[in-house]
């Protein structure tokens, strides 16, 4: 006997491409459908300011009901979202397979595929999302890049806010020198063989470097490839393209459809030499593992990569379970914060990250697994900005509370956002910057990469 609804959740293939997406009519009449579904159960009211824009919106109407709502008046609710997929993951009991077929990340996609269309990004959001472009531009104008977004830089930061909307007191990304960027550091410098283990095993690994790890953070690609070539895994480091997550945030699918065409063919060529891919942002291997596939279903690159991806702390703990881990982990002590980005919960794969760190003796970590309240770009705009302090306060108090030696998360964006918090309700508080799990883990088999400037 079928059970309708019992199975494990699943996500349906995103036709973005049958105009049938994008038709207003359609499209409203699901929007009406399922804010119905989310209004009756409310479960998800604490996740993000979507959800209590929705049930205010509705519970201020003239019946109280959906019926009495303009549609026009959906914009801020959808505006709200930052695709981190929580709700989905965490705490919809009405997602794919149930019958009342409740995918909420996936219907506030769809409207900004119809806004993007009626071209509603405005020219600045689309450009500060180009972060390939971006990263390559700016590393080769490092210093006066950095200046120039810095926070303590006031006409600087005046201009972004007039001509890019980015609001004045959101930290922004670094980037590091040209010389820096992971992968001219990784061909100019050799495999770190002097690492290796005794009897080196049998993996490979091509890193994906991603546009956080190439342009912003590639002591995470380093980290990362010292501590594989201490447990005997052959690396190498590429970056054929950005993910397309930055296109996915409003909507440009088609964007995202030919990023993903572009770095899978990329990545399976090493796939076909039986390489593992690992992905060095949680983002980007969300992108390769689950948002690709039913972007461009038929492509059968993007199906085997699929397959064959892997998120940093998911594969040392693969190898930990599989063939044990080198030995010199010294122990770590100090009490580490540990953040749970979203898009690594939205893996499903559990907290690998705190799996991985565990592995260390005498581990001191503290998981904080609430959302950063960040949502890539969407955090760092002027409407938004207010909006990402309050949904992460939890995460802030919850940080000051643990009074950690290190606060650690994944996502390179959601670690300064919160280290940023931290600061504005205790100024001096805590430590000054964030790190990548991975690095602590290399600190422990005595490797410092540094970090970036």
């Given at each position: 006997?079928h059970?309708?609804?019992?199975?494990?959740p699943?996500?349906h293939?995103?036709?973005w491409?049958?105009?049938?997406?994008?038709?207003?009519?359609a499209?409203d009449?699901?929007l009406?459908?399922q804010?119905?579904?989310c209004?009756?159960?409310?479960?998800c009211?604490n996740?993000?300011?979507?959800?209590?824009r929705?049930?205010d919106l509705?519970d201020?109407?003239q019946?109280g009901?959906?019926d009495?709502?303009d549609s026009?008046?959906?914009?801020?609710v959808?505006?709200?979202c930052t695709?981190?997929?929580?709700?989905?993951?965490?705490?919809c009991?009405?997602?794919?397979p149930?019958?009342f077929?409740?995918?909420?990340p996936?219907?506030?996609?769809?409207?900004r595929?119809m806004?993007?269309?009626?071209?509603r990004p405005?020219?600045?959001?689309r450009q500060?999302?180009k972060t390939?472009?971006n990263?390559a531009?700016?590393?080769h104008?490092?210093a006066?890049a950095?200046?120039?977004?810095s926070?303590?830089n006031?006409?600087?930061r005046?201009?972004l806010?007039?001509?890019?909307n980015i609001?004045?007191?959101a930290?922004?990304?670094?980037y590091?020198r040209?010389?820096d960027?992971l992968?001219?550091?990784a061909?100019?410098?050799?495999?770190?063989?002097?690492?290796l283990a005794?009897a080196?095993n049998?993996r490979?690994v091509?890193l994906?470097a991603?546009?956080?790890g190439n342009?912003n953070?590639?002591?995470v690609?380093?980290a990362?490839?010292?501590?594989?070539?201490r447990n005997?895994?052959?690396?190498v480091?590429?970056?054929p393209?950005?993910?397309g997550?930055?296109?996915l945030e409003?909507?440009d699918l088609?964007?995202?459809?030919?990023s993903?065409?572009?770095?899978?063919?990329e990545?399976?060529?090493w796939v076909d030499?039986?390489?593992?891919?690992?992905a060095l942002?949680?983002?980007?291997a969300l992108?390769?593992?689950?948002?690709?596939?039913?972007?461009?279903?038929?492509d059968?690159?993007?199906?085997?990569?699929?397959k064959a991806?892997h998120?940093?702390a998911?594969y040392i703990v693969e190898i930990?379970?599989?063939?044990g881990?080198?030995?010199?982990?010294?122990?770590?002590?100090e009490?580490?914060a540990?953040?749970i980005s979203?898009?690594?919960?939205?893996q499903?794969?559990?907290?690998k990250?705190a799996d991985?760190?565990?592995l260390?003796?005498?581990a001191?970590?503290s998981?904080?697994d609430?959302c950063?309240?960040?949502g890539?770009?969407w955090?760092?705009?002027?409407?938004?900005?207010?909006?990402?302090?309050?949904v992460?306060k939890?995460?802030?108090?919850?940080?000051l509370?643990l009074?950690p030696?290190?606060?650690a998360s994944e996502?390179?964006?959601a670690?300064d956002?919160i280290v940023q918090?931290v600061?504005?309700?205790e100024?001096?508080a805590?430590?000054?910057t964030a790190v990548?799990?991975i690095?602590l883990?290399?600190?422990?088999y005595?490797?410092?990469?540094?970090?970036?400037p």
């Amino acid at each position: 006997m079928h059970l309708e609804g019992t199975g494990a959740p699943t996500r349906h293939v995103i036709a973005w491409d049958d105009p049938s997406y994008t038709d207003s009519a359609a499209l409203d009449a699901e929007l009406r459908r399922q804010f119905d579904v989310c209004h009756g159960c409310r479960r998800c009211f604490n996740l993000c300011d979507s959800f209590p824009r929705l049930f205010d919106l509705i519970d201020a109407s003239q019946s109280g009901e959906l019926d009495t709502v303009d549609s026009k008046d959906f914009q801020p609710v959808i505006d709200a979202c930052t695709l981190c997929d929580m709700c989905f993951m965490t705490k919809c009991p009405y997602v794919p397979p149930h019958a009342f077929n409740i995918d909420f990340p996936h219907l506030m996609l769809r409207y900004r595929v119809m806004e993007n269309r009626h071209g509603r990004p405005t020219f600045a959001q689309r450009q500060i999302r180009k972060t390939d472009r971006n990263g390559a531009l700016a590393t080769h104008l490092s210093a006066l890049a950095n200046w120039g977004t810095s926070v303590a830089n006031k006409l600087g930061r005046a201009v972004l806010a007039a001509f890019a909307n980015i609001h004045p007191r959101a930290w922004l990304p670094r980037y590091v020198r040209a010389r820096d960027v992971l992968v001219t550091r990784a061909a100019r410098e050799s495999e770190p063989v002097n690492l290796l283990a005794p009897a080196a095993n049998k993996r490979k690994v091509v890193l994906y470097a991603t546009c956080a790890g190439n342009f912003n953070k590639p002591e995470v690609g380093l980290a990362t490839r010292a501590v594989l070539a201490r447990n005997g895994v052959e690396t190498v480091v590429v970056h054929p393209g950005c993910c397309g997550m930055p296109q996915l945030e409003i909507g440009d699918l088609a964007a995202v459809a030919a990023s993903a065409k572009k770095v899978s063919a990329e990545l399976v060529a090493w796939v076909d030499k039986d390489y593992d891919v690992v992905a060095l942002t949680p983002s980007c291997a969300l992108m390769l593992k689950f948002e690709w596939p039913l972007i461009v279903p038929k492509d059968a690159n993007v199906a085997r990569l699929a397959k064959a991806t892997h998120d940093v702390a998911e594969y040392i703990v693969e190898i930990a379970k599989a063939e044990g881990l080198a030995e010199g982990l010294a122990p770590m002590p100090e009490p580490v914060a540990l953040h749970i980005s979203c898009h690594s919960r939205a893996q499903n794969m559990g907290a690998k990250a705190a799996d991985m760190l565990r592995l260390i003796p005498e581990a001191n970590i503290s998981v904080v697994d609430r959302c950063s309240g960040h949502g890539g770009a969407w955090g760092a705009e002027k409407p938004n900005f207010e909006v990402a302090l309050k949904v992460s306060k939890p995460v802030f108090r919850r940080v000051l509370d643990l009074k950690p030696a290190h606060i650690a998360s994944e996502c390179p964006l959601a670690g300064d956002h919160i280290v940023q918090g931290v600061q504005e309700l205790e100024p001096g508080a805590g430590p000054k910057t964030a790190v990548h799990p991975i690095l602590l883990f290399a600190r422990a088999y005595g490797i410092d990469v540094g970090a970036s400037p």
